[in-house]
Every structure is written in C-alpha cells, then in structure tokens.
C-alpha cells in the first residue's frame, strides 16, 4: 500500500474538520493510537460495533501497521492507503485521513476512513475538474445561482488571443466580457436550463467579447445544473468551445450553395442582378445594391474597367423599411469619376469602414439631385467589388452592413468575390443572349411586313409576340401580298421551334409564298406547291451528312376580291380565321385545314367566303387560344417569398427579355407605351409557373372571349391596329406565351361600282374595234384620257389574241384602282409566253408590245379558262 503522506488538495477541509468526501467513518485516537471514540459506520468497515474498538490500537486493526508512524507523526493533515483486517478475515481497503488535533484532551489523532473504491473516484473527480479548468482548448465556467460567473478557466484574453490576459474580479455577470447583446441571448438559455433541468447541449450562438465587439465570435455552448447532496440548485456549469472558423466555413459554404441554386437560372441581366442581392441579404449584408454598365444592359461589351463607365441601378434588396433616401436607388444613372482604395483598379474588393470606396457623379439622380454621395450610417462598414466575366468588367456590387454587425473582413471580400464571380457569369450570359435575342428579333423584324398596311381591298395591321422561353424568337409569320386586278392576299405562317433555325426556315417560306402569290395561283395549289417545297426542305442534307427532318409549318392562304367581294382561302394545319360582318357576332369560316407542310399525300380544300363590305377578318396563331398555365395568375417563387418577409426588394423586378408585340406597331417591348401584356422572363427557375391547380381558362373559353372581343371591337368601329391590340391585351394580360404568337386583322373594303366596267364579246374580229371604242370611252369618263392610246393598243392586241387562239366568248374589264387595270379573259388554259420575234417573222410581238406599254402585266387561271391582266400607272392627261 502506498504509505507516502500526501497533503490535503486545495479546496480540502481544514484541520477543524478533516473529512473527505466519500468518508463512512471518524476515529478519535488517544496517545498510543488506541481509539478513544468511533462513529457508527465504523462498523462497517471494521466489523465491529463502536463499542467494541474502544481500547483497540489502530495500527493492530491494519494489514500494513508498519505505515502507521507515518502517517501519525506528520504536523499536517496526511493521507494514505491501507487495509482493515476484517473479523471475517477479509481485507477491506480503506484511505486513512489522519489530522492531528492542537486542542487539549485526551484525543491526539482524528481518522476519518474512507472506502478505497470512494477515495479513488474523488482523487479521479478532483483530477476531472483541475484537467478541465487547467486545459485551453475548451471553456468552463462556473455560474452561481445568480448565473454570476465564479469560476472560468479561460478569460476573454485568452479567447482573442490565445495567451491569458489579465484575471477578471470574480464573481462577475456575464455582460462584463461579452456584448449585452449575446450575453442576454446565452444567459436565457442558462436560465432555462436552471428552472427545467434539462441540459442544453452545443447550442451555437454569437458571443461577442466586450473588448472587440466588431470581431465576429461563435461559441457552441452546453450547460447543466450543479446540485448539492440535497438536490438543491448551486448553479450552472457550462462548457463552451470556439467555433468561429467552422461557422464561417460552414456559412461560406451555404451562400455559396445557396449562389449556385439561385443565380444563373434566367437568361435575363435584371432578374440575375436581382437574385445576387436576394442571396447576400440578409445573411451577408443589411442592403446590396447590382450597378451594371449601360452596354450590358444593351447587349453590347462593356469596357476592361469601372472608371468612367455610365453605370445603371439595376437591383437592390434591403432589410428594414425601405431604401436608404441618401443612397442611390434603382433605377439610378451615374459614372465612375474614380476609383480609390487598393485593388479597386483591378476590380478587386474594396473594403471602406467610412465612406464608400467609388465617388460617382449622378448623370440623372432624381431625387438625388445633381450631387449623392453613397453614405453610411456610423459604425458601418461597405464594401465594393467589380463583376468581372471573361476579362470585361460589367459592373460592381456595392454591400452595407450597418451597426449592430461586424464590419466586413478580407475572408467576408474574398467570399462575395466568389458568389460575385459566379454571377457575374450569370449576367454576362444573359447578356450575350440578349445580344443574341435582338439579333434574332432584327432579323424576324425585317423578314415580316410592316405592322400596317392600307391598301385600296383592305387595311391590315399585324402583331408579333415572341415566347416567353429562353428561345424567345421562333418561326411565326404573317404577310400581306398585293396581287394582280386590286386584290389582295392575307397570309399567316408558322415554323415549329424557335431560334434561328425556325427564322431562317420561316424566311424560306415566306418568300416561296410570295413567289407562289405572283403565279395568282388558287389557295389550295399555292399550299400544295408550298407542300411540295417543305418536302424538299426536309430531306435536304445539312453539312455533316445528316437529313434535316420534317420542319412542322403551318400556313393559311386567303386571296380576297374586292370587285365580287368573295375571299378563297384554304389551311395547312392552321385555325380557320374569324369573320366578323357588320352588325353580326364573330364566326369562325368554314375551313377545313389540311395537314401541315411538309406531310404530303393529302390534297388541300379551298371554299369561298363572301365577306360583306367594312367585315373584319382575324387570322391567329393557335397559342393565342390555347389553354396554357403561363397565362394564369403567376406564383411567386417559395424561397423568394419566404425572404419578402425578411428582406426587402427596392421596386418590382424589371422583366425578362421576352419582347410584347404591339398591334400597330409590330415587335416591341413590353414595357413600350401602348404595349400589351406584361411580359416576364419564363426561362428561369420557378419562373413561367402559374398557382398550382390554376390552369387558366380552357381553350374553349379563350376561343369564346377571343370572338366575343373580335365582335365588340368590331361593333365599337376601332381600326385594325386598336382590335389588335385589344385582343392581345385579353388574351396575353400577364406574361409572354409558351410559343410565339402571330396576329393579323384585316378590315375588307370593296371598290365602288363605278371604279370597275366590264363588257363579253364574242369570237368575232369585228369586235376589237368595239372593245377599242368602249374603251377610250370609259377612260374618258373616268377622267384618264392619258391612258387612252397604250391602253387601246393592249386592248387590240390581247382581244386579237384571245379570238385567234382561244375562242369566245371574250370577256374585257377594267379596274380603277391605284393603278388603271385592263383585263381580258377566254375560255383557253393556256398560258401566253413572252418571246422576240425574229425580223421574218410575221407574228409574235403582240405579247412583246403589250410588256413594253405596261408597267406590269401577268396571266392567271380561272374556273372558265384564263385572264391576261395588265396594269399603268394613271394618266390624267
């Protein structure tokens, strides 16, 4: 046994009474170490009644007697190791305590005995608790009833620097080493674990120290009750370790997942710029403010560096109740007069506790007024930093945090350069894709017709409405033909996909359609042609080898007559359009469409319409009808309307690059005066969404409201290009559809009867001389007297003709239009050829004669046979 004395711990009893904890019993030892006195648990270490250790000599009762003068002769308390010889022969391992008593009497030693199994786990405890309060690495206090700190084993010092600091007077509060702030949140917590009982454990939480409260510090705490033998409440110990770096690190990798999830699913600059400042506040910053150069937001390169670039506000997101008044707010315009701070030249953050670090010269402020300077409130801090993507600069963000918080450190810079990085990318994209998008839109521009067109048989005004996809452009069409004897040909087209593929093909077709229209072919041989084109364009090899497939167009050629007022149209794989007569409600036309272009196979049906004077006809792309989710009430994304209620957003979002066609004026912004639906970008993620289970109205629903505006507009006399815009405005009201839309609205007027005169002549050579008469007679009349002789001549020569090869009866009309029209028609379908007469030859240049007298002259078959048409500019003589 180990006999070596060992001196009372700190902490232990004194002398007066020397009993340590786990103690079961008290010897009082006179002179010779006989035991004077025992209490009751002696028994039953020893085995024997108090009564019977009187007289007994201690050293007799252990297994080591030789240790006993040891023990007994220190001047100080002392402890050791033994064993009692229990009467039933056991050895019972007992720790001997021995403190000599000063005062007088017949006792010299008191021993309290303790079970050696009790000792040891005291010794282990005590240990426990000095290797706690004497290690660095993890935090202990001790809390009084008062949560008062008594006890710590590291002072706040030691937890900036890592080296003890001066001692603190104990007991302290806890506010005098950590902010108020935190210590209130913590001491909470500590409360409630004194009332409840239950352990708090590795509860994480800011606990900044008093002595640099704008340094960032994280504590994981764990706490517990201390309780006395009796169970009553001494107070609360708690352990608490550093995580600061960890938190970082863990919060760094959260924005930055957070960054990669939510910035860069739009091709729309505004709305990137807008879900970077949605990322960073609350949880990086107070307010975040997206500044890009004017360039980008055109599409166009910006320049390798911020200074003197025109920048723009583009987005802002803040938390509290509104945007700073002295602070630049969205939608602001200004240049960079000059960059200050290290770094700031290369696009590197720049970090200014004061004032900001980019002085700016407001190009048109506002309310601003002339000079606004970006200011902060006291003990905030601001930090700058370029979007930089594939070596341009785009533009900088500028970042506020505001006083409660930490100011913004170098790893804080080095973070938002990351996420800055990763968006900058982002809006970089979009702007190249807008670049890309009004390229294409350019080009789908100059392919279409002018938005308004007035003829003498019609007034006409066209709408184009891109998707509302990434796509955007696609192969919608529209067109308006002037043709041969006043009439006039309504055309409406359309090429699955979108980009420049389906521009490209849409400009194949529509030319072949205005090809085909100068053939004055009928509605249903145009589209079997136009057919037989989409064949070929399909099987046509592309480079590399591969055959390009079907292409999906659709087509609807309508040709009307203002002479008979009649209009022949037929569809390939198209709505039929509306007709809307005066006074009458809107009906669909009796069109039976074929299949679409490109199928071939089945023949193409043409019936006759007749319209009457001032009807409407509305041709439109199916989308417009269709029932389609994007066209119901849009949802606001749920991870973006959580933050509404925490962080604010500085205005509404501006929208997407889906572009809003307006019926009077063709492709244009949403956002124009006069512009239909409001268009949103519907390639981003959680974008284009209508509510769950709101599909919008059914397609019959929409087919119904479009004839029901048609009807209105129509009785409320408004002008093709109003009606159009109508239409768009019920039926696009909130964002861009699915795919493109065209519209075309055509108000049919017939030429008054006095503006046409026909006459039938049998086969009969005497009658060209008539036909020359009547002639000259009704130019006369009309006032055209200038037209009279190459029209005679024409006359003479297509009446010859027509009696020499073809036979009667021979028909003659005249049109006054823009131009003077002369036509002459005979049961031949034969069509007349343009040649050069030889000089022998005795015929052959009647055809060549009539080319040179007219300014335009063309043949086209009819149900009886052909008409030779010819048209001159008028001549009044």
Known sequence: MDATP????????????PLPAGARAVLLLGPDAEVLGATCGAELLTGRPPGGLRGVRLPELLTEPATWPVLAGADEPVRGMNALRHPDGRAVEVELAVCPLLAEGPGRLLVALTPGEAARRREEDQALVRALFDQRRVGLAIHDAELLISRIN??????????????????APLESMVVPEDAQAILERLRTVAVTGEPLAYWEHSARLVDAPDRERVLAISG???LSPDQLLLGIVSLFNDITEQHQSRRRMDLLHTAAKRIGASLDVHHNAEALTRVLVPEFADLAAVDLAEAVLGGDEPGPALSGAALRRVATTFVGNGWPADVFARGAAFHIEHLDGPGAAEGLATLEPGEDALRVRAAD???AGPRARELLPAGGSRMVLALRARGQVLGCISLWRGTGRTRFTRQDADLAEEVGSRAALSVDNARRYTREHRTLETLQRSLLPQPVYELTAAKTAGSYVPAGTAAGIGGGWYDVIPLSSARVAFVIGDVAGHGLSATATMGRLRTAVQTLADLDLAPDELLTRLDDLAIRLADTPRPGGSVGGAIGATC???VYDPVSGGCSMAAAGRLPPLVARPGEPAVE??????????VGGTPFESVRVRVDPGSLLVFYSEELVAQNPQNARPARDPQEAGEGAEAGEGGNATGGEARQADAGGGVRDAGDAGGAAQATDAGGAGEGRGVPGDEGPTREERARLLRERVTAEAAAGHSPAEIGQALLDALLP????????????????????????????????AVVGRARDVVIAQLVEWGLAGNAFPTELIVSELV????????GPVGLRLIRDETLVCEVSDPSETQPHLRRARPTDEGGRGLFLVAQLAHRWGSRYTAAGKTIWTEQPLDRG
Not at 800 to 807: D, K, L, P, S
Request: net charge negative.
């Open 6 to 17: 060992q001196p009372e711990e700190d902490g232990a009893p004194p002398p007066e009474a």
């Open 154 to 171: 590291l002072d706040p010092g030691t937890l900036l620097t890592g080296t003890p600091g001066p001692p603190k007077r104990l007991p």
């Open 224 to 226: 517990m009750q201390l």
């Open 365 to 367: 402020t506002g309310a």
């Open 556 to 558: 609807l050629y309508c």
């Open 589 to 598: 036309a009796p069109l039976k469409a074929g299949p679409p272009l490109g």
């Open 734 to 765: 909130r964002r861009a559809p699915a795919n493109d839309v065209a519209l075309l609205v055509a108000q049919v007027r017939p030429l008054p009867p006095a503006a046409t005169m026909d006459w039938q002549f049998p086969a009969e050579p």
């Open 800 to 807: 010859t003709n027509a009696i020499r090869y073809a036979g």
